[in-house]
């Protein structure tokens, strides 16, 4: 820990220094400017881009279909159809399929912190038999594709007749061997001295976990929390596979699919649907935003 | 800091807060980090546990804490054997090299963090943190978070939070060295008079020689996980048990210069020292002779040496002299006497009231009082 106090002593105060207000700029503020300006410039080109699409699909799905197919593509909807909204919502059943997707995305969110932040502490302050070699089968689990166990996965599912309900949509995601990786990482970042002190004061295991180690791990927790979000979310392959054609367990994106086939000439429904898929997506990243920057830039920082 | 003796530390009867290592040892690996060591801590006692780095003694404090198992021997606290007690039940409250203080949490709850566990209602609990705050002079900063203050301030918080527990004993892992030094003195000060104030038996484990001298009741000097004195600072200072302890201990430490006694007479470099009074009751054959610094002194007849560098202090310089055989000796000269040229060719005389024997092959003080 770098002594603090040095560090408040040794900074000017900033009081007794008249015209320091406005210097002149130096040729080297010049220059320090301009490269601000360009790494502006650069950073909205690739805001441009990214966003671009995602602007379309909005403007698109408040166009009219005729209007779709005009060239060159209007780029603002000057007469916004808010029906296709409506239609996506009521014909494609949109309301169930996000509930649908809310239930199968928490399920998998809370298993998979629990399971990770669980066996994350146990590698990173417990001693067991075999803790490297399970480290590395660990690790080795996310070297596997998912399409490589997906027909083993599926057999799985079916014999414990789970087709088509929601254990057969959350249980196989419930741990996750990168979670695991992610949160251990971030445990041993914690002095070994605070577990012991926590020791001395009679704090356990899963108290010190509950009231040290986890609000020091926050960030990793959010970052583990948006990414496994993000990954239930969109799934598309594993609910396709195990639900039936009624739609009491199926997921929003598959939801989607069915808006587009039964809507092909009506492509602003399905983007409007997609539109709505998306916000809760929008609205965890805008929440988390903050604590998975932190995350991602913690090691440089510290 | 206030000077109220606690309510509370009257429930430790005399005798009952000692600490015993009864033949303990402590393997890593095959190898001994402490080798059947046998230390009795008094009731009320500061004990510090002195020696290099690897030498053991932060093992021993950790046994005591109960963070390692010993391999060997007992560990007791009281009257209690307390090898398979959990640490949480041994009533110790140990203070970190790191501090071990948790970020998140304001100084509050950092402080009031053992009492929780305890159980103890919310009121006593801040009552308590406000006492023991108040006590190091945390009183205003409470509502911070441990990254807001200066190393100094952390290592308070760290006290407070061990003497908010009033446990037993007070297990201190060299808590000033991530000080700078003028901090370290006055924290230094600080732990002393709040461990006279409490009563409280302490172990504190330093490198430092300074801080033992002037912070234990008692020295248990360690090397090579061997306990190799035990004693009172000034006695340690005095009558060294070997080279080791005599050497380690002072600043700089003794000199140490091989010898023959011959007939009771002492020879150092071919050079007859006079002693007063009885001859030597040494065993004729080679002999170290330890001198401390300030017991040598330059002058026109004595133990041929050159000067090889002068390092000025202020109040004393620091005279190091080659002797022919290449032996160091450090002189201690007060603020008056002649500086000496580099590389001048002076002669060293030994005080004969201040002389050590040890023998030259064990390194082990030899009997002889003088």
């Given at each position: 820990?770098?002594?603090?106090?040095?560090?408040?002593?040794?900074?000017?105060?900033?009081?007794?220094?008249?015209?320091?207000?406005?210097?002149?700029?130096?040729?080297?503020?010049?220059?320090?400017?301009?490269?601000?300006?360009?790494?502006?410039?650069?950073?909205?080109?690739?805001?441009?881009?990214?966003?671009?699409?995602?602007?379309?699909?909005?403007?698109?799905?408040?166009?009219?279909?005729?209007?779709?197919?005009?060239?060159?593509?209007?780029?603002?909807?000057?007469?916004?159809?808010?029906?296709?909204?409506?239609?996506?919502?009521?014909?494609?059943?949109?309301?169930?399929?996000?509930?649908?997707?809310?239930?199968?995305?928490?399920?998998?969110?809370?298993?998979?912190?629990?399971?990770?932040?669980?066996?994350?502490?146990?590698?990173?302050?417990?001693?067991?038999?075999?803790?490297?070699?399970?480290?590395?089968?660990?690790?080795?689990?996310?070297?596997?594709?998912?399409?490589?166990?997906?027909?083993?996965?599926?057999?799985?599912?079916?014999?414990?007749?789970?087709?088509?309900?929601?254990?057969?949509?959350?249980?196989?995601?419930?741990?996750?061997?990168?979670?695991?990786?992610?949160?251990?990482?971030?445990?041993?970042?914690?002095?070994?001295?605070?577990?012991?002190?926590?020791?001395?004061?009679?704090?356990?295991?899963?108290?010190?976990?509950?009231?040290?180690?986890?609000?020091?791990?926050?960030?990793?927790?959010?970052?583990?929390?948006?990414?496994?979000?993000?990954?239930?979310?969109?799934?598309?392959?594993?609910?396709?596979?195990?639900?039936?054609?009624?739609?009491?367990?199926?997921?929003?994106?598959?939801?989607?699919?069915?808006?587009?086939?039964?809507?092909?000439?009506?492509?602003?429904?399905?983007?409007?649907?997609?539109?709505?898929?998306?916000?809760?997506?929008?609205?965890?990243?805008?929440?988390?935003?903050?604590?998975?920057?932190?995350?991602?830039?913690?090691?440089?920082?510290? | 800091?206030?000077?109220?003796?606690?309510?509370?530390?009257?429930?430790?009867?005399?005798?009952?807060?000692?600490?015993?290592?009864?033949?303990?040892?402590?393997?890593?690996?095959?190898?001994?980090?402490?080798?059947?060591?046998?230390?009795?801590?008094?009731?009320?006692?500061?004990?510090?546990?002195l020696g290099p780095s690897?030498c053991?003694?932060?093992?021993?404090?950790?046994?005591?804490?109960?963070?390692?198992?010993?391999?060997?021997?007992?560990?007791?606290?009281?009257?209690?054997?307390?090898?398979?007690?959990?640490?949480?039940?041994?009533?110790?409250?140990?203070?970190?090299?790191?501090?071990?203080?948790?970020?998140?949490?304001?100084?509050?709850?950092?402080?009031?963090?053992?009492?929780?566990?305890?159980?103890?209602?919310?009121?006593?609990?801040?009552?308590?943190?406000?006492?023991?705050?108040?006590?190091?002079?945390?009183?205003?900063?409470?509502?911070?978070?441990?990254?807001?203050?200066?190393?100094?301030?952390?290592?308070?918080?760290?006290?407070?939070?061990?003497?908010?527990?009033?446990?037993?004993?007070?297990?201190?892992?060299?808590?000033?060295s991530?000080?700078d030094a003028t901090?370290r003195i006055?924290?230094?000060?600080?732990?002393?008079?709040?461990?006279?104030?409490?009563?409280?038996?302490?172990?504190?484990?330093t490198h430092d020689q300074v801080e033992a001298m002037t912070?234990?009741?008692?020295?248990?000097v360690?090397k090579?996980?061997?306990?190799?004195?035990?004693?009172?600072p000034?006695?340690l200072y005095e009558?060294p048990?070997n080279t080791f302890v005599a050497s380690f201990l002072g600043s700089p430490g003794m000199n140490l210069l091989p010898a023959t006694?011959?007939?009771?007479?002492l020879e150092v470099d071919g050079v007859g020292i006079?002693?007063?009074?009885?001859?030597?009751?040494?065993?004729?054959?080679p002999v170290t002779v330890g001198v401390r610094p300030e017991s040598a002194s330059l002058t026109a007849t004595g133990i041929a040496a050159s000067v090889t560098l002068v390092e000025q202090l202020g109040a004393e310089t620091h005279v190091i002299c080659t002797l022919v055989d290449g032996t160091r000796v450090v002189v201690r000269q007060g603020r008056k006497a002649v500086r000496p040229d580099l590389g001048e060719a002076v002669a060293i005389e030994l005080d004969p009231d201040y002389l050590h024997f040890f023998?030259a092959?064990?390194g082990?003080?030899?009997?002889?009082?003088?």
């Amino acid at each position: 820990m770098p002594p603090t106090e040095s560090a408040t002593l040794d900074r000017p105060t900033g009081a007794g220094q008249p015209g320091s207000a406005t210097p002149a700029p130096t040729p080297h503020r010049r220059r320090r400017r301009a490269r601000l300006f360009l790494r502006y410039v650069l950073l909205s080109v690739g805001a441009v881009v990214i966003l671009f699409p995602l602007y379309m699909a909005v403007v698109n799905s408040l166009l009219a279909p005729s209007q779709i197919a005009h060239q060159p593509p209007p780029f603002f909807p000057f007469n916004p159809q808010w029906g296709s909204y409506r239609k996506a919502w009521t014909e494609g059943d949109l309301g169930i399929y996000l509930r649908n997707s809310a239930i199968q995305t928490s399920v998998i969110v809370a298993g998979q912190l629990a399971t990770s932040i669980l066996a994350a502490y146990a590698f990173a302050f417990l001693d067991f038999p075999f803790k490297r070699t399970l480290f590395i089968v660990f690790l080795a689990t996310l070297m596997i594709p998912f399409e490589v166990t997906i027909a083993t996965n599926l057999a799985t599912v079916s014999s414990l007749g789970w087709f088509n309900t929601f254990a057969g949509l959350t249980i196989p995601f419930l741990a996750t061997g990168f979670g695991t990786f992610l949160l251990r990482q971030a445990f041993l970042q914690i002095p070994r001295d605070l577990r012991e002190a926590a020791q001395l004061d009679g704090y356990g295991n899963m108290r010190f976990l509950w009231f040290v180690a986890l609000p020091l791990v926050r960030p990793a927790l959010a970052a583990l929390g948006v990414f496994s979000f993000l990954g239930a979310w969109n799934q598309y392959l594993w609910p396709l596979l195990v639900t039936g054609n009624d739609n009491s367990v199926r997921t929003v994106q598959i939801g989607l699919k069915q808006l587009l086939n039964t809507q092909l000439d009506q492509i602003n429904v399905s983007l409007a649907g997609t539109v709505i898929a998306v916000i809760p997506l929008l609205i965890i990243l805008v929440v988390f935003q903050k604590q998975l920057v932190r995350s991602l830039t913690s090691g440089a920082v510290k | 800091m206030s000077t109220d003796v606690r309510p509370g530390i009257g429930k430790i009867g005399a005798g009952v807060a000692r600490v015993n290592f009864a033949g303990v040892s402590k393997a890593f690996d095959g190898t001994l980090a402490v080798d059947d060591l046998s230390l009795e801590v008094h009731d009320g006692e500061l004990l510090v546990l002195l020696g290099p780095s690897g030498c053991g003694k932060t093992t021993a404090l950790r046994m005591v804490a109960g963070l390692e198992d010993p391999t060997g021997g007992t560990v007791s606290i009281g009257t209690t054997v307390v090898n398979d007690v959990e640490p949480k039940d041994r009533d110790v409250a140990m203070v970190f090299q790191s501090y071990a203080l948790y970020p998140h949490m304001t100084l509050r709850k950092n402080i009031e963090f053992p009492l929780r566990q305890q159980r103890v209602p919310a009121e006593e609990r801040a009552r308590r943190a406000d006492e023991a705050a108040a006590t190091l002079g945390l009183g205003d900063l409470l509502d911070r978070k441990p990254g807001q203050l200066s190393g100094g301030q952390r290592q308070r918080v760290a006290l407070a939070r061990a003497i908010v527990r009033d446990p037993k004993v007070f297990l201190m892992d060299e808590p000033l060295s991530n000080l700078d030094a003028t901090l370290r003195i006055q924290t230094r000060a600080d732990i002393v008079s709040l461990q006279r104030r409490l009563g409280t038996t302490t172990i504190y484990v330093t490198h430092d020689q300074v801080e033992a001298m002037t912070m234990g009741h008692r020295i248990a000097v360690m090397k090579d996980g061997m306990l190799q004195q035990v004693a009172a600072p000034q006695d340690l200072y005095e009558r060294p048990a070997n080279t080791f302890v005599a050497s380690f201990l002072g600043s700089p430490g003794m000199n140490l210069l091989p010898a023959t006694v011959v007939d009771g007479a002492l020879e150092v470099d071919g050079v007859g020292i006079v002693l007063r009074g009885a001859p030597l009751r040494i065993a004729d054959g080679p002999v170290t002779v330890g001198v401390r610094p300030e017991s040598a002194s330059l002058t026109a007849t004595g133990i041929a040496a050159s000067v090889t560098l002068v390092e000025q202090l202020g109040a004393e310089t620091h005279v190091i002299c080659t002797l022919v055989d290449g032996t160091r000796v450090v002189v201690r000269q007060g603020r008056k006497a002649v500086r000496p040229d580099l590389g001048e060719a002076v002669a060293i005389e030994l005080d004969p009231d201040y002389l050590h024997f040890f023998d030259a092959a064990t390194g082990d003080r030899l009997a002889d009082d003088r």
